[in-house]
């Protein structure tokens, strides 16, 4: 869902220029200031501290907001800073001494266990962007192709459903089928075949969160590229299918390149998340196929940090881990600017 | 959309017959792959004892209606405290998100108005980067908030995301109707909460219910945040009771310890079952309302 949302806002966001102007372009110009009741679509401009004064309700307006987000999302960013101290927990914040990079040693020095969380986590994502990422672009192509928009309603009202229950739900109704007294077991076992372990099965591990996320959140995904099919213009694939295109040609031809960039979009996004895979989900699943398969890096900064008490150092590779999705990020869009993509954002 | 389809199904000569067979089995898999389990879960909570016993645990079609393993629930002891976490948190915490972000995106949505392109820069960038586990928690605990259902509440409480979302709305309501208000002599203040809020219903509906699912299943924050048990949300009763499968007495229950309880499959599938209920009551509300929320000026490329 996270990826979605950023999409989402930051188109919104593209589109606001033109709104803006289309605002402001709309009142009559220069009667505002004039007339003295503060309307904004002034042409005249005013000082620095007259706007401020002229907008202090708003100002005020924002403020509850904006702190709350500058307290609980911008001060944990300085927060990171105790990556390169050696942070004691029972120390006022700012008396723990200096330690400039030694945090940092375990990545670079290649800790085993900071290795295999980190292959574990590549791995997954790689896993993930094969199966998981396909999915919601085949539904939605199958969704499309309905007759019935009714049967379409009904099918997307079921599938976007478990989208928005919790991972505690999803893994517990998981259990429920696939564990040892589950309804596969139990069908196995009243047919005289032997049980299998899915759940503490380290080898199936990463094919078990797999089928969670699909199970999960392909309904969901396929809204974006719906809306996105809704866009081609319906008057390429009557070209197309006077050109004597087959169906399967149009949907090569037409629907592909038709959603192309929303697809580049998310790949872009995905990339950025790479470092970052269902934290939440393996934390609750991790007492039952233990650390070394399901160890990724998020569970390890928790494990040694807050439940181990190595601060300094989860804290290094939780800041080393953001600034690569960062780069990840701004350097896939690079790319995607050289091959004429819209990428996530625009110069 | 409509266009489309016809185009693509109307006059184009239709798909053959196979395809078209094709077509509904998946999609009937699909539909029957996430219904079924939720038939389980229920079943499960409402079957009688010998059957859920019979059936090792899990019973796909009830043989009964009973409700003996609700009821042990909501005998005044751990689930039913935690229901009460968890809608204090989900009630309490949607109000806060919806003023906060409300009054920030309503006044990130008047053009020209004074430090609107740094205070809209802070609200983009929290959606980029997140600062991260360690620093997160190091902050609510120099807060002083471990512990305290704030601590649910207060990091969460505004989506840069949906900040977005709710300006985009308001950015859409004719000028004209705002500055006739302003000509009458209203106030910012006024103006927002006379005129903006009570147009944009359908958008507030879709936020308010997406921070409310948001507060309802957030589990991590609170294992991180509360170790008293009395505080605990419901996801936490349902990772310790029915994940991690630990045995619930009768005194978790608040029934005397002599009580004869239901098989324990029953009273976890109960407890997952109330805390499926809210999510299924207000699915409907979102789903009629989602669509149109979110993607109205939102996938627009």
């Known amino acids: 869902m996270a990826r979605t949302d950023a999409i989402n806002s930051l188109q919104t966001d593209r589109t606001t220029p033109s709104d803006t102007t289309g605002a402001t372009g709309s009142g009559p110009p220069g009667a505002a200031t004039e007339s003295g009741i503060g309307l904004r679509s002034a042409s005249k401009p005013l000082s620095w501290w007259a706007r401020a004064r002229r907008d202090k309700v708003l100002l005020l307006m924002a403020l509850p907001g904006l702190v709350l987000l500058l307290v609980f999302h911008y001060l944990p960013l300085l927060g990171n800073l105790i990556a390169f101290q050696e942070y004691l927990p029972f120390v006022p914040f700012g008396r723990s001494a200096w330690v400039g990079l030694d945090n940092f040693a375990v990545i670079f020095n290649g800790d085993a266990e900071f290795l295999n969380a980190l292959k574990n986590t590549l791995l997954i994502t790689l896993v993930q962007v094969i199966f998981v990422f396909p999915a919601p672009i085949a539904l939605a192509l199958l969704l499309n192709s309905l007759l019935s928009e009714r049967i379409k309603r009904i099918v997307q009202s079921v599938l976007y459903l478990p989208h928005f229950l919790s991972w505690v739900i999803v893994i517990a109704i998981f259990q429920q089928i696939l564990g040892g007294s589950g309804l596969i077991n139990n069908f196995l076992r009243s047919h005289g075949m032997g049980t299998i372990d899915f759940l503490g099965n380290p080898d199936g591990f990463i094919a078990l969160l797999t089928s969670q996320v699909i199970w999960k959140d392909t309904g969901w995904g396929t809204i974006l590229f719906l809306a996105a099919l809704t866009q081609i213009d319906p008057g390429l694939y009557e070209a197309a299918r006077v050109d004597g295109a087959s169906r399967w040609r149009q949907l090569w031809h037409v629907t592909v390149p038709g959603i192309r960039g929303l697809i580049i979009l998310l790949l872009i996004l995905r990339l950025g998340d790479s470092l970052t895979v269902g934290f939440e989900q393996i934390i609750l699943q991790q007492n039952l196929v233990g650390r070394p398969a399901s160890e990724v890096l998020d569970t390890y900064v928790y494990n040694n940090g807050v439940l181990a008490g190595q601060w300094g150092v989860s804290a290094a590779v939780g800041l080393v881990k953001g600034l690569v999705a960062v780069v990840l990020v701004i350097g896939a869009n690079k790319i995607a600017h050289i091959f004429g993509e819209a990428g996530v954002y625009q110069k | ?301």
């Open chain 2, 1 to 301: 959309m409509s266009t489309v389809q016809k185009l693509q199904n109307g006059i184009d000569d239709g798909p053959a017959m196979s395809s078209r067979v094709l077509k509904t089995v998946v999609l009937a898999v699909c539909c029957a792959v996430v219904i079924v389990p939720f038939l389980g879960v229920i079943s499960t909570s409402i079957a009688s004892q010998q059957h859920v016993t019979n059936s090792g645990g899990f019973v796909l079609w009830p043989d009964a209606f009973n409700l003996d393993a609700y009821k042990s629930i909501f005998n005044g002891g751990v689930v039913q405290r935690a229901l009460l976490v968890s809608i204090v948190i989900a009630g309490g915490g949607t109000l806060i998100s919806l003023a906060g972000s409300t009054m920030l995106a309503y006044s990130l949505s008047r053009p020209g108005s004074f430090g609107q392109r740094p205070i809209l820069m802070i609200v983009l960038f929290s959606i980029l980067f997140s600062p991260g586990l360690i620093p997160n928690y190091l902050v609510v605990k120099q807060f002083g908030l471990l512990d305290s259902l704030l601590a649910l509440i207060l990091p969460t409480a505004i989506s840069g995301f949906n900040v977005i979302v709710l300006r985009s709305f308001f950015m859409g309501i004719p000028e004209s109707v705002l500055d006739s208000a302003r000509i009458d002599g209203a106030g910012d203040f006024r103006i927002f909460w006379s005129i903006v809020l009570p147009l944009s219903r359908a958008v507030l509906a879709v936020v308010g219910l997406f921070y409310a699912v948001g507060y309802w299943n957030a589990f991590f924050n609170a294992m991180l945040y509360i170790s008293d048990t009395a505080k605990w949300p419901l996801q936490l009763v349902l990772r310790t009771y029915v994940i991690n499968n630990t045995e619930l007495s009768s005194g978790d229950l608040g029934g005397a310890a002599a009580d004869q309880l239901p098989p324990q499959e029953s009273i976890q599938m109960a407890i997952l079952v109330v805390s499926l209920v809210p999510i299924l009551i207000v699915y409907p509300f979102l789903q009629r309302h989602f669509a149109k929320g979110m993607l109205t000026g939102a996938v627009k490329g």
